[in-house]
């Protein structure tokens, strides 16, 4: 029988726990933890992601706000806000929203972040520390998909665990994340993308299959052994006349067909999407604590 991982009632648990200890803080007398976002232009899945930003730090009771910029907006400019935000103390982390427009340096701007501050994991420090497995923000889908392993108590040791996508936000740190000798991973590791030859001949080895190759229902039933583990990071806008918002979400696995095969599968929507933005208030919180010596 297949089983859903809820990553929506994770995010909520969490969530919670955040509140009660910021409500702790504030009684005396401390401020709130504030997370901002960097938004250029008026792309509609990332002022959509951005929202969904502001509503997690509103209910946990985060100061939130986000720094808004036409799409022509000089890349000089969009840095000297980089560097207002990395020396203004009043701020804890941000997130600079990608993509940004082609006219500027992404890598440029990311590593212009504060790693003290860079709560999205995206900087080369942060990235090189996870790595190395040292202290870091790790990326919030790759934290969100451990947090769902370690909530759910699933076993992943000694499982064979095969990634989907190579990105540096998602595939790539997933590979890392599930190698490691951690209760919530010590998996035997794969890594495959759009070039890998027979790629169905590996992803129907896997017992956990993690899917982060940005295509819309590409991993199908004849893909995944019976038994599985499938955890889709995948999130498309579908047009669908049939529904009042005008379309539908779904994932990089066609779960129709794929989910009667799973021992266990995350839904789309409410699986990974809901605990990617608690991972960004987990690390803004944990960069908070930081800046005031918590423990």
């Not at 929507?269 to 930081?290: D, E, M, W």
Request: proline share 5%; glycine share 8%; with cysteine.
């Amino acid at each position: 029988m297949t089983q859903f991982l809820d990553g929506k009632l994770m995010a909520q648990q969490i969530k919670e726990e955040i509140a009660n200890e910021v409500r702790q803080l504030t009684a005396k007398g401390m401020r709130a933890p504030h997370l901002a976002a960097v938004l250029v232009g008026n792309d509609g899945a990332s002022v959509t992601y951005v929202a969904n930003k502001e509503k997690g730090c509103n209910e946990v009771g985060f100061t939130s706000s986000v720094y808004r910029y036409p799409e022509n907006i000089s890349e000089d400019e969009l840095l000297k806000s980089i560097e207002f935000m990395n020396n203004d103390p009043e701020i804890d982390g941000y997130i600079v929203q990608l993509p940004l427009p082609k006219h500027i340096d992404e890598k440029k701007v990311i590593n212009a972040i504060s790693p003290e501050k860079d709560v999205d994991g995206f900087t080369s420090i942060n990235l090189g520390r996870m790595v190395l497995n040292e202290d870091c923000f790790l990326p919030a889908t790759p934290m969100g998909v451990v947090t769902m392993l370690q909530r759910s108590g699933l076993e992943t040791s000694g499982k064979h665990c095969v990634v989907v996508g190579r990105s540096n936000i998602v595939g790539t740190p997933m590979f890392n994340l599930m190698s490691r000798n951690e209760k919530w991973a010590n998996c035997t590791t794969t890594v495959c993308h759009s070039r890998t030859k027979d790629l169905a001949s590996f992803t129907r080895q896997a017992d956990i299959l993690i899917v982060a190759i940005g295509k819309p229902e590409f991993i199908t039933a004849d893909m995944v052994k019976d038994g599985a583990t499938v955890i889709d990071v995948g999130i498309h806008r579908i047009p669908d006349e049939t529904r009042k918002s005008g379309y539908r979400i779904i994932g990089d696995v066609k779960h129709s067909e794929v989910d009667p095969k799973c021992e266990w599968v995350t839904p789309v929507p409410g699986g990974c999407g809901p605990l990617t933005i608690v991972s960004l208030l987990q690390n803004t919180y944990k960069a908070y604590k930081k800046a005031h010596n918590l423990q």
